[in-house]
């Protein structure tokens, strides 16, 4: 099989790529990341797998292919999908591709607004270091990969285990019939929650089995052959910022990532290992111990002058508050915020709940920045700001600061910052994000 990805820096595109390339298929791909000279870490890393780049214009997209994969993301004005068209090539949207693996393998797929990489991660790590050998397919790479020079977002194994991350945002949930599914949670984030629920409902029912959150109320209540997770068996729970520690039914876990939020989603993962794999609780804790996270989930980029700089991937008000909660255990100073929204359409949905979040979480001695919203190019109403968030929450007296370039946000920080502080920079879709953490940490 021969395989053209439209967008094949989307951390979702880009692991299907990987897969059907180790499963045996010519894999062509393109990206506009690609040829505004960004991304190029990734491009070289493609290319030693043998999957061949190309520029965004067509010009390597001919009658040979067998399909051509798009996400929701490209738009059909986009010049290579009308030339998919009149070629007649096959045109196959991301979520079909990946529902063939699902409902081919022995999947457990792992869905819901929050938590979804995290989670995907520790029962890939789990089922791996018990010599299960299981594939992965993701939308957060894996620390660990990366660590090996990976991508990070897609392994294959050897077996038919297959843990692999359902979205939602596009509906395309219901397309999946995997062997057992997983939801942790349901919040409003790219659609209204009424939108939601039929899509949570129509996947859950289609699951031979499915693992549900018991503590949130949407979840608990959707259909099919149900087992129940929760945090109920967590006992002398102890967290940093940067560890858990707690005993689950007389067994002692020590997990390398903080949170109550995490030792949730690490519940869901202990209670998919023991009901599918048959493992035991002694065998999961020993093999979690080295558990090295999820790429820009709480990653501690460094720390300078007493002060630690935290790189996270939050972009919705579950997520910004789960990782501000985090932020804040143990800290004696004050927590310096920054988060870039990422996109129009969300913050323009979100921007109620984005000041309800910020203005709870944040203490007054505490500091929001915020730079322009993320703009990844396209047909989008550009008729919100990040003024519109930050304004109401200085009316409230918060210390909230738009600053429509990103590059002034680090040396306001300086201005501003003392030893015992903590910064958490948080924002997503954007691949520079990173860097601008560690700009950050350069800078104090």
């Known amino acids: 099989m021969k395989y053209y990805f439209v967008g094949i820096a989307g951390f979702g595109m880009s692991a299907l790529a990987q897969i059907a390339k180790a499963k045996g298929a010519q894999v062509f791909g393109s990206d506009r990341n690609f040829d505004s000279n960004s991304a190029w870490d990734i491009k070289e890393k493609f290319e030693k797998k043998g999957i061949k780049i190309v520029p965004q214009d ?12 798009f996400s929701t993301a490209v738009e059909k004005e986009n010049l290579e999908y009308k030339k998919a068209e009149i070629l007649k090539i096959k045109i196959v949207h991301r979520s079909d591709f990946l529902a063939d693996y699902i409902n081919k393998f022995k999947t457990v797929a792992v869905s819901g607004t929050s938590g979804k990489s995290t989670v995907t991660a520790l029962i890939y790590h789990i089922l791996e270091r018990n010599g299960l050998s299981p594939s992965i397919i993701t ?14 977002n897609a392994a294959a194994g050897n077996s038919d285990w297959l843990v692999a991350e359902a979205d939602e945002s596009d509906g395309t949930l219901v397309k999946y019939s995997p062997y057992a599914g997983v939801i942790l949670n349901i919040s409003k984030d790219h659609k209204e929650i009424s939108q939601l ?19 949130d109320g949407y979840v608990k209540e959707l259909p099919g052959n149900k087992i129940f997770f929760s945090l109920k068996k967590i006992e002398n729970l102890k967290m940093t910022f940067s560890k858990s520690e707690f005993i689950m039914e007389g067994e002692k876990f020590f997990l390398p990532l903080p949170g109550e939020y995490n030792v949730r989603n690490f519940a869901a993962a ?30 501690i980029i460094g720390e300078k002058k007493g002060i630690c700089v935290i790189d996270d991937f939050a972009h919705n008000p579950a997520k910004i508050e ?8 143990d800290l004696k100073g004050r927590l310096f915020a920054v988060y870039q929204p990422h996109g129009f359409a969300p913050t323009r949905l979100l921007r109620k709940e984005l000041i309800e979040t910020f203005s709870k979480s944040l203490r007054k001695e505490d500091f929001l920045f915020m730079p322009d919203i993320y703009y990844a190019g396209g047909t989008v109403a550009k008729d919100i700001s990040s003024a519109d968030i930050i304004n109401p929450l200085k009316e409230t007296g918060l210390n909230a600061f738009y600053i429509p370039e990103r590059k002034n946000i680090p040396p ?33």
């Open 58 to 69: 067509g010009t390597h997209l001919d009658s040979t292919f067998d399909a051509a994969v």
């Open 139 to 152: 939308g957060g790479a894996l620390n660990e990969l990366i660590d090996k020079g990976e991508i990070g």
């Open 197 to 215: 629920m039929p899509v949570f409902k129509g996947f859950s029912s289609k699951c031979k089995t499915v693992f549900l959150n018991e503590e």
């Open 270 to 299: 202990v209670c998919v290992c023991r009901n599918l794999a048959g493992l035991s609780l002694k065998n999961i804790s020993s093999s979690v111990r080295d558990f090295k996270g999820v790429y820009r989930r709480f990653n």
């Open 322 to 329: 789960a990782a501000l909660s985090a932020a804040k255990i």
């Open 412 to 444: 306001a920080i300086r201005e501003k910052i003392k030893s015992g502080d903590r910064i958490i920079s948080m924002g997503a879709r954007d691949l520079s994000l990173r860097k601008f953490a560690s700009d950050i940490l350069e800078a104090l």
